[in-house]
């Protein structure tokens, strides 16, 4: 028996007469994660997507991980197909679970019937597949309540499919079907977050950095990088373009006044960012910020950052505390990569006493003084460094 992977779908089962855009996209992510592992047919039928080797010897295990990983999928289960005649199922159900049922003590059987023409329903289905199994597996008792097994059986169009239980999936949905996002990516914990966020909800993404050295150091630069490949996995193929700041930084170091420091170059940092996005027809920026979370995420401050310039700024992170953005780092992998010690530029020249509380007016009239700025800034941007990051490069080849 040949084993093939069932991913099921998620809200964009609801997107009615926008729904095969949104299958269509789902199905170019899985053939992109899958396409280096070899062939793979994907197809959809019934808000589910086959996905089936097309050849003997291909890793099922890294492609079941691989699509775990892709957005618009809620659950997977690992199957095999037979004919719909109930000895065939039968059959099958024992070929392919009989060795985990002989390892246990409860089980129970689950049945679907998508395809309403089998004449069996499905709770005659639970009974007589469970019958047979008990007859070869005399030991094992039947829990509905809580098993250690569910032996789930769906009879669809294409044939009867046999598998264990369904386990969780990525959910959200297809990367770029919402739009496309630059997002600012720093070492941190929260901007790979905040990226894993909007790209769960449909967003195509590339990630912005800025760099000042030497005050920041090639190991923080290969940091983000890193942080980049393990968010390829979710997102898929990226650019990230590492801007030369420290010229625009220095120059707000000496010309601002110290308490306005942080959200002056914040600003700055989200004007670089758009002229960035403009050269790659971006539709909003992304960052991590999150309310209260440090002087320069309060209430007036985000107002003032957001002045700066004029797409949407995207914030998926500002109702979230701490605690709950550091659990998601841990779930997604990137969190032992963004505790690493290497600098951001961030938290260089941050003021022993930041304003939290700036008015756009005194922040205008602070960049009035500083004419320079906008050369520097435009340099920042025609500087940039441009990294390709493919889907499943390794962080450890950095």
């Given at each position: 028996?040949?084993?093939?992977?069932?991913?099921?779908q998620g809200?964009m089962?609801l997107k009615?007469l926008?729904?095969g855009?949104?299958?269509?996209?789902l199905a170019?992510?899985?053939?992109r994660?899958?396409?280096?592992?070899?062939p793979?047919?994907v197809r959809?039928?019934?808000?589910?997507v086959f996905?089936?080797p097309?050849?003997e010897g291909l890793?099922?295990?890294e492609?079941f991980?691989?699509?775990?990983?892709?957005?618009?999928l809620?659950k997977?289960s690992?199957?095999?197909?037979?004919?719909?005649?109930?000895?065939?199922i039968?059959?099958?159900?024992?070929?392919?679970?009989?060795g985990?049922?002989?390892?246990l003590?409860?089980?129970k059987?689950e049945a679907k019937r998508?395809?309403?023409?089998?004449p069996?329903?499905?709770?005659?289905i639970?009974?007589e597949?469970?019958?047979?199994?008990?007859s070869?597996?005399?030991?094992?008792?039947v829990?509905?309540?809580d098993?250690q097994?569910e032996v789930?059986?769906?009879i669809r169009d294409?044939?009867?499919y046999?598998?264990g239980?369904k386990?969780?999936a990525?959910g959200g949905?297809?990367?770029g079907?919402?739009g496309?996002?630059?997002?600012?990516l720093?070492?941190?914990?929260?901007?790979?977050?905040?990226?894993?966020c909007?790209a769960?909800r449909?967003l195509?993404?590339?990630?912005?950095?800025?760099?000042?050295?030497?005050?920041t150091s090639?190991?923080?630069?290969?940091k983000?990088q890193?942080?980049?490949?393990e968010?390829?996995?979710?997102i898929?193929?990226?650019?990230?373009?590492?801007?030369p700041?420290t010229?625009?930084?220095?120059?707000?170091?000496?010309?601002?006044p110290?308490?306005l420091?942080t959200?002056l170059?914040?600003?700055?940092?989200l004007?670089?960012a758009?002229r960035v996005?403009a050269?790659?027809?971006m539709?909003?920026?992304?960052?991590?910020?999150?309310?209260?979370?440090?002087a320069s995420?309060?209430?007036?401050?985000?107002?003032?950052t957001d002045a700066?310039?004029d797409l949407?700024?995207?914030?998926?992170?500002?109702?979230m505390?701490?605690?709950?953005i550091?659990?998601?780092s841990?779930?997604i992998?990137?969190?032992?990569?963004?505790?690493?010690p290497y600098?951001?530029?961030?938290t260089?020249f941050?003021?022993?006493?930041?304003k939290t509380?700036?008015h756009l007016?005194?922040?205008?009239?602070?960049?009035?003084?500083?004419p320079?700025?906008a050369?520097?800034?435009q340099?920042?941007a025609?500087g940039?460094?441009?990294i390709?990051i493919?889907i499943?490069?390794?962080p450890?080849?950095?």
């Amino acid at each position: 028996m040949k084993e093939i992977i069932l991913a099921y779908q998620g809200e964009m089962t609801l997107k009615g007469l926008n729904r095969g855009k949104f299958e269509a996209g789902l199905a170019k992510s899985i053939r992109r994660r899958l396409e280096d592992l070899g062939p793979f047919a994907v197809r959809s039928a019934q808000s589910t997507v086959f996905i089936e080797p097309q050849a003997e010897g291909l890793d099922i295990d890294e492609a079941f991980r691989r699509v775990s990983r892709v957005f618009g999928l809620v659950k997977l289960s690992r199957a095999v197909c037979c004919e719909k005649d109930f000895d065939s199922i039968c059959a099958a159900a024992e070929s392919y679970l009989g060795g985990r049922l002989r390892e246990l003590r409860t089980f129970k059987v689950e049945a679907k019937r998508a395809d309403k023409k089998y004449p069996l329903k499905s709770p005659e289905i639970c009974r007589e597949l469970g019958a047979y199994l008990l007859s070869r597996h005399p030991h094992l008792r039947v829990d509905v309540h809580d098993p250690q097994l569910e032996v789930m059986v769906e009879i669809r169009d294409g044939g009867a499919y046999i598998h264990g239980p369904k386990v969780p999936a990525a959910g959200g949905l297809p990367v770029g079907t919402s739009g496309r996002a630059l997002n600012l990516l720093s070492g941190g914990i929260d901007s790979p977050v905040a990226a894993y966020c909007m790209a769960r909800r449909g967003l195509a993404l590339h990630h912005i950095h800025f760099a000042s050295p030497p005050y920041t150091s090639l190991r923080a630069k290969l940091k983000v990088q890193a942080l980049a490949c393990e968010l390829s996995e979710y997102i898929g193929d990226c650019v990230l373009f590492v801007v030369p700041y420290t010229k625009p930084q220095e120059y707000i170091r000496d010309h601002a006044p110290a308490p306005l420091f942080t959200v002056l170059m914040r600003r700055s940092m989200l004007r670089i960012a758009n002229r960035v996005a403009a050269t790659t027809a971006m539709e909003a920026l992304v960052t991590g910020e999150s309310l209260a979370q440090v002087a320069s995420q309060t209430m007036a401050a985000l107002a003032c950052t957001d002045a700066a310039q004029d797409l949407p700024v995207l914030r998926p992170l500002i109702g979230m505390d701490k605690a709950e953005i550091v659990a998601i780092s841990r779930r997604i992998g990137t969190f032992e990569t963004s505790i690493e010690p290497y600098e951001d530029c961030c938290t260089i020249f941050t003021p022993p006493h930041p304003k939290t509380r700036p008015h756009l007016k005194e922040i205008e009239a602070a960049e009035a003084q500083m004419p320079g700025l906008a050369a520097l800034e435009q340099a920042a941007a025609e500087g940039v460094e441009k990294i390709y990051i493919p889907i499943g490069q390794d962080p450890d080849a950095l």
